[in-house]
């Protein structure tokens, strides 16, 4: 079975550049998460979406940031501008259930990415 | 507040036997997750405790206090691939998100 697919693995590009982080679910997982992980921070939550639907997006850091979900199959995560301070890894998981689950969470292998 | 620990790193011998403890403050709690994460790897889901007392599975135990906000994981018969950063994270209920801790990171040595 297909786990979570992410693109690109990894992206180096310079400050002020536009970059968009591509996820694909595992097929029936209704509940899509983005997070971010730094060694200072840990990994911190950015947004959830539930069916489609923006839930929480208290984590995404500021306006540059943005998240889409046009369907079931497909999420994008756009920083723009871009600033060196984004440098991270950046997991999409998916998971079953509706908003009062207990599924464990299914995580892509991530994308690296540098700010220069 | 949504508040974590867990000790940062850990070292142990190879058929060892090491707990990693996890204390959590958070509002609407559901339950405790743990995910095992190899470096440069993603996380992967590792037990899931709902319920006061101790779940196992194969060499890995993970215990739930909800009263006191304390889990723990137990890894017996320590092997060299359990070298790893192991990640508590609180389920909570209200928009049912995870909140990680920041990982502790475990080495064997054999």
């Known amino acids: 079975d297909a786990g979570v697919i992410q693109s690109p693995r990894h992206e180096v590009t310079e400050m002020g550049q536009e970059v968009t982080l591509r996820c694909k679910p595992i097929?029936?997982?209704?509940?899509l998460f983005w997070y971010r992980q730094t060694m200072m921070r840990g990994l911190e939550l950015l947004i959830y979406?539930?069916?489609?639907?923006?839930?929480?997006d208290s984590g995404m850091p500021e306006d540059r940031f943005s998240a889409k979900m046009p369907n079931a199959s497909f999420s994008t995560l756009k920083i723009q501008p871009s600033e060196p301070r984004d440098s991270a890894v950046y997991f999409c998981?998916?998971?079953?259930?509706?908003?009062?689950?207990?599924?464990?969470?299914?995580f892509g292998d991530g994308t690296r990415l540098s700010i220069l | 507040g949504q508040n974590i620990d867990q000790p940062t790193e850990m070292t142990a011998t190879e058929g060892a036997i090491v707990q990693i403890n996890c204390t959590y403050q958070?509002?609407?709690?559901?339950?405790l997750f743990w995910y095992q994460q190899h470096a440069g790897e993603a996380p992967t889901f590792l037990s899931y405790?709902?319920?006061?007392g101790l779940e196992e599975k194969g060499r890995f135990s993970s215990f739930l206090s909800r009263s006191k906000g304390y889990s723990y994981l137990l890894l017996k018969e320590l092997q060299m691939k359990d070298s790893a950063s192991y990640l508590c994270?609180?389920?909570?209920?209200?928009?049912?998100?995870?909140?990680f801790g920041k990982g502790t990171m475990l080495l064997v040595s054999p």
């Open positions: 405790n709902v319920l006061d």
């Open positions: 998981a998916s998971s079953k259930g509706g908003l009062s689950f207990n599924q464990p969470q299914h």
């Open positions: 958070t509002s609407g709690f559901n339950g």
């Open positions: 994270a609180a389920h909570n209920s209200g928009y049912s998100t995870l909140t």
């Open positions: 097929s029936g997982h209704n509940s």
């Open positions: 979406f539930n069916n489609n639907v923006p839930i929480d």
